[in-house]
């Protein structure tokens, strides 16, 4: 079954999560969600990779508000023998002195012209492992650090020793994020046992493997780099645990997983230039790269305008650059496109929440992670600011978004924005649709009028929900970080919120509020013919770059042929 994928696919792609469709929950969020995009846009591009994640059964966590707003988690199962096969391998990892077996599942993603790009699901749910190793592969970034590393340690070391298994000859590894760094350790290894090589100093030379290893970092937030204590390594590693490698590349002090894979990566690049920068602070010495994220085209335009590229340019969903052209299109089909979009989304949140919001007037959309640099309560610092706008020009707001069960900020957060929408309730209406995922932000994304973003710069590495709202023609209202840096022309692809180096809190809420008062709801209350021309500057500027078919030829081209 798998034999026509080894012998073609020389590039690995490792990734904790990867959201490969609405059914499949083995993804969080941005993360997944980029992730799943590359696999789309390897099957547009016919290149030779094949992927590999953790399967997560059970979800990351299936969001329940209760009546105050707080959010609660549920398991989010999903059924794996629907949408995959398992394959007839299995390999052991050791894991607190236990042979753990990681299985591997085999879903096919076809792109639209038959190409097919193979997933490896793992797998460690086998009647052959003790109960709580069963559980490794279950819960997506659930439970603590001594499961996490048992996740990576399943991920990194299983995937790659699976790999093998399945008789793929791998020529290089990209790591998407720092969680599957073990990996490299694992070439590291193997290097040394083929040919017996030592440095001067006895140490591993590190070299062959950095040559065959590629490392996408992704956030700027502490949080967001994985650092284990030596002493839970050993634990978890066991007696196989090579300690003095690790610590030669992971950092004398902790298992810093951002620093292994940066000492064994030939080629690292951050996710938006803004972003690479800041990494080269962050990490003085390494030689970091900008690939500015892009999002799959053909998964993220709604039904409405996909149609209306397809009568103009019938080859946008193989040749995203054609949409370059998209100021060129008929201002009436163009807003009648959206207006089918919105109608859509209003549907869906009244089958969701039963309220009932207006087709006509202003719709603002806020839909990310719930976490505290996100800053999702900067509209709401001033609540009789905007009472008074919406005075002014009604507009309306719909929040999504799901918090990390251990992130307080973050489900305060949510807890707030309830208490907010209920103050608001007569002046302005907030709704909060809960369950945040792939099929309720394609919604989002087509059915607002604005879409707004409101990070701490520059803790926003690069975003990808605004690019996904361009290509429908919702026009973007962003904090200068992340990829908004490259796409915003102020007034033209959208708006700016605040100052690329100087912002603070309170001036960018007031820069908020001035820039809807002054400019963004009277354009929409007053002149149609501009906001439409401002909607396919967005979709020709944005959609024709930031895809993620340019940005995987440019990993094609600049990090896998070295
Ligand atoms: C696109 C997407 C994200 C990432 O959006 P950001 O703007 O990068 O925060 C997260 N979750 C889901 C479900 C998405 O579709």
Redesign the pocket.
Known sequence: MVAAFTQRCRIAYFSMEIALQPEIHSYA??LG?LAGDTVRSCADLELPVVFVTLISRNGYLRQVIDADGRQGEQPDPWEPERWAQPLGAKVAVSIEGRDVWVRPWLYRHRGTLGYEVPVVLLDTALDENDPEDRAITGTLYGGDDAYRLKQEVALGIGGFRLLRALGFEIETYHMNEGHSALLALQLLNDQRHADGRLTEGGAHDPEPARQRCVFTTHTPVEAGHDRFPYDLVERTLGTGADVEALKAFAGTDCLNMTRLALNLSGYVNGVAKRHAEISRHMFPGYRVHAITNGVHVETWTCESIAQLYQTSFPQWRHEPEVLVRADTLDDAAVWSAHETAKRALLDRVEALTGAALAPDVLMLGFA??MTGY?RPDLIFSNLDRLRALARGHPFQILVAGKAHPRDEVGKRAIEALHHCARDLAGDVPVVFLPG???EL?RFLTSGCDVWL?TPLPPLEA?????M?AALNGVLNLSVLDGWWMEACIDGVTGWAIGDADLGTAADDAEDLYHKLESEVLPLHRNDRARWIWMMKQSISKIASHFNSQRMMRRYAAEAYLR
């Open positions: 969020g941005g969600i990310r992670r996100k945040y995922d792939m932000a973003n690069s975003g990808t929900s605004g996904k």
